[in-house]
């Protein structure tokens, strides 16, 4: 019986998932830590420090699961639809879910656990749609979530008699009072944020990806990842150019492979990213110079390199409005 007391914990780095982990474990769990992780993970909105210092202390070791091509295929084609941007929750959580089954067997778990809350999130976490995701990823009543299970039907965990049904807790909806609350009962001194860690939740990220997908069917996981940093401007179908918007960003669009780099020389300026048809190679420079430093009509010399080539152009400083439209997403 005690074998049978393990269970798989799905965790974000948010409080819910903290609080879960905590509930679950004064339930007399052995727990196993899973974080997975997409490549549309916000770089700034979830930090896990807290959950691994926990696990640290506890004597466990978080399992990290780092997604990508399938994943993004599911973000392409998703069979329940999308949220309000471009977030397919019902799908991402089966996903995700189907990657917890197989740990579980593999370590003959009881089940699962999630910080999930019964109508925080409207597209995914209602009853009904936590239904489909436990059936459609084989995980019928082996789903524990101590915040709500509590207004949920009984789950098989239950009828075994693995969990006293009367320690869930009936938490509903967007509010986070009665997880703070709860947090300072159990002695959190540290409490994570609210906000959501999936930039595909953000509008103007979502923006972005849709581009992506509308004009490149050969996208490379370098294309996705660069998705994160600087303004994109779309300038024909195959044809695009990303600007740093700081000196973090510029570094990091300098270690790009993929695209042909535009540098101003002379200058303090943005690096500038270039693929697609040539043509558009002039436009693309008088982008980046647009943002460089000077007044309006200065020269700005500006080194193109890369796709085996390398050569100097020399353009003017012109307004950068007269290129928003072609940005992807204004933020």
């Known amino acids: ?79 329940y639809g999308y949220g309000r941007a471009l977030n397919p929750c019902i799908d991402c959580r089966i996903f995700f879910f189907k990657i917890a089954k197989n740990i579980m067997e593999k370590e003959e778990a009881a089940g699962i656990i999630t910080g999930e809350v019964v109508d925080q999130r409207p597209k995914s976490q209602n009853i009904k749609a936590m239904k489909i995701i436990e059936r459609e990823s084989g995980l019928e009543g082996r789903v524990l979530r101590p915040l709500s299970g509590g207004i949920m039907p009984p789950t098989e965990l239950i009828k075994e008699g693995l969990i006293d049904p009367g320690k869930l807790l009936k938490i509903k909806g967007k509010s986070r009072k009665m997880q703070i609350k709860l947090a300072r009962e159990l002695g959190l001194n540290e409490i994570p944020g609210s906000s959501g860690g999936c930039l595909l939740t953000y509008v103007p990220y979502a923006r972005k990806l849709e581009d992506l997908f509308s004009n490149d069917d050969r996208y490379t996981m370098e294309d996705i990842y660069l998705l994160k940093t600087g303004r994109h401007f779309r300038l024909s179908k195959n044809t695009k150019v990303i600007v740093g918007r700081n000196y973090f960003e510029n570094k990091e669009l300098e270690k790009a492979t993929g695209y042909t780099k535009i540098i101003p020389e002379l200058c303090n300026g943005p690096v500038g990213l270039f693929r697609g048809d040539e043509s558009f190679l002039t436009l693309a420079a008088d982008i980046v110079a647009s943002y460089c430093d000077g007044d309006l009509g200065c020269k700005i010399a500006l080194m193109i390199s890369g796709q085996g080539k390398s050569f100097k152009v020399e353009t003017t400083k012109k307004d950068k409005t007269l290129y928003k439209k072609y940005i992807v997403s204004l933020k």
């Open 1 to 79: 019986m005690e074998e049978r007391k393990k269970l798989i914990a799905l965790v974000s780095g948010g409080l819910d998932s903290l609080l879960s982990v905590i509930l679950a474990k004064n339930m007399g769990f052995d727990l196993i830590p899973v974080h997975i992780e997409t490549p549309f993970n916000s770089p700034c909105c979830r930090d896990l420090s807290l959950l691994e210092r926990f696990f640290k202390k506890e004597g466990l070791e978080m399992i990290n699961v780092k997604v990508e091509r399938e994943y993004v295929e599911i973000v392409r084609h998703p069979k």
